[in-house]
């Protein structure tokens, strides 16, 4: 059911469509999970992008669609890495350096004009631009994230903050309530991680980083 036709309601009222409420419930339990450095967050994940790929192209926003099909291929890649991307053990948490995000800032934002004018020119989706700043800083965020690196809650941050008005705007307003709840996720979970980082390399051999499997 498409939101650019008929968009069901009861007495004037918006409804919230299934499709949109398990979306959310999905990528919800995942995000939470992701923040909790619980391998589980990964294939909830790849469920709940399925779902937000045919909730996005009913509203044409199609950048969010590729975006979507991207996290469900990096989901599995980042579930293998996280279970034995260091040389067949868990992977550890770190930082990524000053060097690397003084090239991968500025590309990100020529992705996004770049992107944004060939959606501008060749389709007719919704707020060309910010619709790719979301794809671009969102790709940005789940490299980090499949590394384990401490900056992709960052990123998560600036993706929150661009995606939230661009959902209440096209009436996915429960998605747009949930990102503002990611926002505060992504802040925690910066936090958190740095706790768990900075424990690790008080005691090494201590299981601080070890993948949470239940």
């Known amino acids: 059911m498409g939101y650019s036709g008929s968009v069901p309601s009861f007495k004037g009222i918006r409804l919230t469509p299934p499709l949109e409420i398990a979306a959310n419930v999905l990528m919800t339990v995942s995000i939470i999970l992701a923040g909790r450095?619980?391998?589980h967050s990964w294939w909830i994940g790849i469920v709940g992008c399925v779902l937000f790929a045919v909730l996005f192209f009913q509203v044409n926003l199609y950048a969010d669609v590729m975006l979507q099909l991207f996290f469900i291929v990096t989901c599995v890649i980042g579930w293998l890495q996280w279970r034995r991307g260091a040389s067949?053990?868990?992977?550890?948490?770190?930082r990524t350096g000053w060097r690397s995000l003084a090239w991968v800032v500025p590309a990100g934002i020529a992705s996004v004009v770049i992107y944004g004018m060939l959606?501008?020119?060749f389709t007719n989706a919704y707020a060309p631009f910010i619709d790719s700043a979301v794809l671009v800083f969102s790709i940005i965020a789940q490299f980090l994230l499949m590394s384990r690196r401490i900056e992709t809650w960052a990123f998560w941050l600036l993706v929150?903050?661009?995606a939230v008005p661009l959902y209440y705007s096209r009436g996915l307003h429960l998605t747009a309530v949930l990102y503002a709840a990611y926002w505060v996720n992504a802040l925690i979970s910066w936090y958190?991680?740095?706790v768990q980082a900075r424990r690790a390399a008080l005691a090494p051999a201590a299981p601080s980083t070890a993948i949470a499997d239940a």
């Open 119 to 121: 959606l501008h020119r």
């Open 88 to 94: 067949g053990k868990p992977l550890p948490i770190t």
């Open 160 to 162: 929150n903050t661009v």
């Open 192 to 194: 958190w991680w740095g």
């Open 37 to 39: 450095n619980n391998i």
